[in-house]
């Protein structure tokens, strides 16, 4: 696979699912609402996804060392990764219970980073449990922090 689109896959799924799973679990801390937490995924899927694929496209021509087609074969394909990959958290809010969907969600976004992080330190020849282990942590802390954050929202505003 081409570096460039390796480049904006890597990034979009990463940020497709620490994005998506911090807000869901945010908004459903705070609101317990599927239609909120559905529009806040659709809102990442479109809003971010553009945003990301943008920051991409920026930092890559900020680079002297890529082509024009490798700036947008990362832009395309961050943009691509983050959107569809987004949106595959809006099917478990649909069939079940949000809480329920949510729970569903952080593991198909977990075992996602640890299949895609396992890949790239296997690529790597590097440690595929440092690796995957660095990049879980950070996408539990943002899961935990974003919990507390919209039970605060609630209880402040609520």
Same mark, same amino acid.
């Given at each position: 696979m081409k570096h460039s689109i390796k480049t904006g896959i890597s990034f979009g799924l990463t940020s497709g699912i620490i994005t998506t799973l911090g807000l869901m679990v945010g908004l459903n801390s705070g609101t317990h609402s599927k239609l909120v937490v559905i529009g806040g995924i659709l809102t990442i899927a479109i809003a971010d996804a553009f945003s990301d694929? #943008? $920051?991409?496209?920026?930092?890559e021509e900020s680079e002297d060392r890529h082509t024009a087609k490798e700036i947008w074969q990362s832009t395309a394909s961050t943009f691509l990764a983050k959107f569809i990959f987004a949106l595959t958290f809006i099917i478990p809010v649909l069939i079940f219970s949000l809480s329920l969907a949510v729970i569903i969600s952080v593991i198909? $976004? #977990?075992?996602v980073l640890s299949l895609m992080s396992y890949a790239l330190a296997k690529e790597q020849n590097k440690s595929a449990g440092k690796i995957i282990f660095e990049h879980l942590i950070i996408a539990v802390i943002v899961i935990i922090a974003t919990h507390y954050v919209g039970k605060l929202i609630s209880l402040t505003f609520g």
């Open positions: 694929a #943008l $920051g991409i496209h920026v930092s198909w $976004g #977990l075992a």
